[in-house]
């Protein structure tokens, strides 16, 4: 992973997120609903309704909306299903694409993807056709900005913890974890003192593909068009934007 920092790429599409944000709450919203549903609305013995809560914090998401959606799925029956699907495909250039979705409505959502790829120089794969070129990896970014602590001390202390790998730029720190590792290095760095700017589970393409400038708008186009669709959660890509 040396010299991949996702991080460039997430602060590259902040402000195209921020304003979206609205659309960004919706999703969220649906993430701490169906981890409440099938772990229960307890963060402390559910950690995939935690890992949903602290993206939705990351993501500056107001307590009152991560409130209401823990209420909907303590009170609600079993009447609202989503389904989870991953779509696989390329972009312009020949890079990978991955979209993650979730959708009471698999027919419509299938129809809206397939349209996106099909209209922005994409194309729909099948099943796994992409899939392997990424790694599942934890990620945790801690901003350097007022942070009393040097990359070696740093270095010790996340390996320490369970993480694999340390990547440090002049503006932070990036930690790479196995997935099944994510939980207990996040609480044992936080109990360090360490606040994170971004703490998910994400998938890490194994080889960047680089773009030229056209092809790169095109991929992008495609990538917002995809993000807008309020069935889809998440969206991965091999090209280095």
Known sequence: MA????????????????????????????EIYMAAKAGGTDAATNPSLRMVIDKAKAANMPNDNI?????????????????????????????????????DNRNRTG???RTAFNRNGGTLGESGSVSY??????????????????????????????????ETSEEVFEIYTAPED???????????????????????????????DEQNEKLQGLIDKLEDDDDVSEVFTSADL
């Not at 994170?196 to 890490?204: C, D, S």
Request: proline share 2%.
């Open 182 to 212: 994510f939980a207990d290095v996040r609480d044992q760095l936080q109990e360090q003192g360490y606040t994170f700017a971004q703490a998910e589970l994400t998938m890490l393409p194994q080889t960047l593909v680089t773009l030229t």
């Open 67 to 103: 409130d209401r959606a823990l209420k909907k799925a303590s009170s609600s029956g079993d009447n609202e299903h989503y389904d989870e699907i991953t779509y696989e495909g390329y972009g312009p250039g020949g890079s990978a694409i991955l979209v993650y979705a979730l959708t």
């Open 133 to 166: 070129m990424f790694d599942r990896k934890g990620y945790f970014v801690i901003e350097r900005a007022g942070l009393a602590v040097d990359e070696d001390t740093l270095l010790e202390q996340v390996l320490e913890a369970g993480a694999e790998d340390l």
């Open 3 to 30: 010299g991949h920092s996702k991080w460039k790429n997430i602060q590259g599409r902040k402000n195209a997120q921020d304003a979206k944000r609205g659309k960004i709450f919706q999703k969220l919203s649906r």
């Open 111 to 113: 129809t809206n993807v």
